[in-house]
């Protein structure tokens, strides 16, 4: 039986929301430290109870090591406590690990509270998005969510960072954006929620493919190449959901993108720059484009929707070609003119 702990530190409420956090990784951390900066009165929910001593003593080593966690963020590895009365909770459950996560926490959330999703990808047995599995567990709750160019360092830091937050409800979406915006965290609002799902989670694909193409010292040429190509894929899969363009030119598409895909920050990056350089990928830290991928590219054969880089990202992972052979077939794919979408 797992041990339950709650830290010892209680703060005096602040004159905002009771946010629950779902997650103590680093990216939930790092979203707890900013609800916290912006004035809510925050608790999180980690199931390691040494993650929630550690977050007790203002730090959290095995996901942001070397930053101070500052006191006021009451972890607890009991999820009833967690959600009690929450005002607002932020599900930051990796996206194959969110259907379990909801089914524990169903009996916990409040009824008619808003759920905002900050994990990204499209769930690998169904194809569902992330929203709708919310939708379809915690019916009676508003769906959101927050995406954008941001590393989980650089927000627990406090430095600059805009993202946006999308609900099909456009007076949901700025209430969120502006309760969560703070000094050095700038919140845009969107009611393209589709938009900003598909963005988020297309571009983790894209990301292991670009490391793939650096690991693989194919050049810096070629990894434009990708990104941009990559980019106009992304456009059409997410047409065929009924995403806005614009969304997908924004902070939660190609600002995304083009952040995940230049940087070893990005575990995607990462995980693809091991791919390409031949090296063992057993251990490294979940990376949740490599389930993306197999679904993507299931989904965009089944809709007839044309995506040779997600086909070849999935067919790498699968063992099914080598980045040289994927690389060859792209290359001497039929030529179009490039507008052609």
């Given at each position: 039986?797992?041990?339950?702990?709650?830290?010892?530190?209680?703060?005096k409420?602040?004159?905002?929301w009771?946010?629950?956090?779902?997650?103590g990784?680093?990216w939930?951390?790092a979203?707890?430290?900013?609800?916290?900066r912006?004035g809510?009165?925050?608790?999180?929910?980690?199931?390691?109870?040494?993650?929630?001593?550690?977050?007790?003593?203002?730090?959290?080593?095995?996901?942001l090591?070397?930053?101070?966690?500052?006191p006021?963020?009451?972890?607890?590895?009991?999820?009833?406590a967690?959600?009690?009365?929450?005002?607002?909770?932020l599900?930051?459950?990796?996206?194959q690990?969110?259907?379990a996560?909801?089914?524990?926490?169903?009996?916990h959330?409040?009824?008619?509270?808003?759920?905002?999703?900050?994990a990204?990808?499209?769930?690998r047995?169904?194809?569902?998005?992330?929203?709708?599995?919310?939708?379809?567990?915690?019916p009676?709750?508003?769906?959101?969510?927050?995406?954008?160019?941001?590393?989980?360092?650089d927000?627990?830091?406090?430095?600059?960072?805009?993202?946006?937050?999308?609900?099909?409800?456009?007076?949901?979406?700025?209430e969120l954006?502006?309760r969560?915006?703070?000094?050095?965290?700038?919140?845009?609002?969107?009611d393209?929620?589709?938009g900003v799902?598909?963005?988020g989670?297309l571009?983790?694909?894209?990301?292991?493919?670009?490391?793939?193409?650096?690991?693989?010292?194919?050049?810096?040429?070629?990894?434009?190449?990708?990104?941009?190509?990559?980019?106009?894929e992304?456009?059409?899969?997410?047409?065929?959901?009924?995403?806005?363009?614009?969304?997908?030119m924004?902070?939660?598409?190609?600002?995304?993108?083009?952040?995940?895909?230049?940087?070893a920050?990005?575990?995607?990056?990462?995980?693809?720059?091991?791919?390409?350089?031949?090296?063992?990928?057993?251990g490294?830290?979940?990376?949740?484009g490599?389930?993306?991928?197999?679904?993507?590219?299931?989904?965009?054969?089944?809709?007839?929707?044309?995506?040779?880089?997600?086909?070849?990202?999935?067919?790498?992972l699968?063992?099914?070609?080598?980045?040289?052979?994927?690389?060859?077939?792209l290359m001497?794919?039929?030529?179009?003119?490039?507008?052609?979408?």
């Amino acid at each position: 039986m797992t041990e339950v702990v709650t830290s010892g530190v209680q703060p005096k409420m602040p004159s905002g929301w009771r946010v629950a956090v779902l997650g103590g990784g680093a990216w939930g951390t790092a979203l707890a430290l900013a609800m916290l900066r912006a004035g809510h009165f925050v608790r999180l929910y980690a199931r390691d109870p040494e993650t929630v001593a550690a977050i007790d003593r203002g730090e959290n080593p095995r996901y942001l090591p070397g930053i101070a966690i500052e006191p006021g963020i009451v972890a607890t590895s009991d999820i009833a406590a967690a959600l009690g009365g929450a005002d607002c909770v932020l599900a930051v459950t990796p996206a194959q690990s969110l259907r379990a996560a909801l089914a524990d926490a169903r009996n916990h959330v409040p009824v008619g509270v808003p759920l905002v999703l900050c994990a990204k990808g499209i769930e690998r047995d169904t194809g569902a998005l992330l929203s709708a599995i919310v939708e379809e567990s915690l019916p009676r709750n508003p769906v959101a969510a927050l995406s954008g160019p941001s590393f989980a360092s650089d927000v627990a830091r406090g430095l600059p960072t805009a993202v946006v937050v999308a609900a099909r409800e456009a007076e949901l979406a700025a209430e969120l954006a502006a309760r969560f915006s703070a000094q050095n965290l700038r919140c845009y609002s969107s009611d393209d929620l589709i938009g900003v799902e598909i963005g988020g989670a297309l571009k983790n694909v894209f990301a292991i493919a670009a490391g793939a193409v650096t690991g693989a010292g194919l050049g810096a040429s070629a990894q434009a190449a990708m990104v941009t190509r990559g980019f106009v894929e992304l456009r059409r899969i997410g047409a065929a959901f009924g995403a806005r363009p614009e969304t997908l030119m924004g902070l939660s598409g190609l600002g995304d993108l083009l952040l995940t895909c230049s940087s070893a920050q990005s575990r995607n990056f990462a995980y693809g720059l091991a791919l390409g350089q031949g090296k063992p990928l057993a251990g490294l830290p979940l990376a949740e484009g490599v389930p993306t991928a197999g679904i993507a590219a299931r989904i965009a054969a089944e809709r007839g929707i044309e995506a040779p880089i997600i086909s070849a990202v999935a067919a790498i992972l699968d063992g099914k070609v080598t980045i040289g052979q994927a690389v060859t077939a792209l290359m001497t794919r039929p030529l179009k003119t490039e507008t052609d979408i």
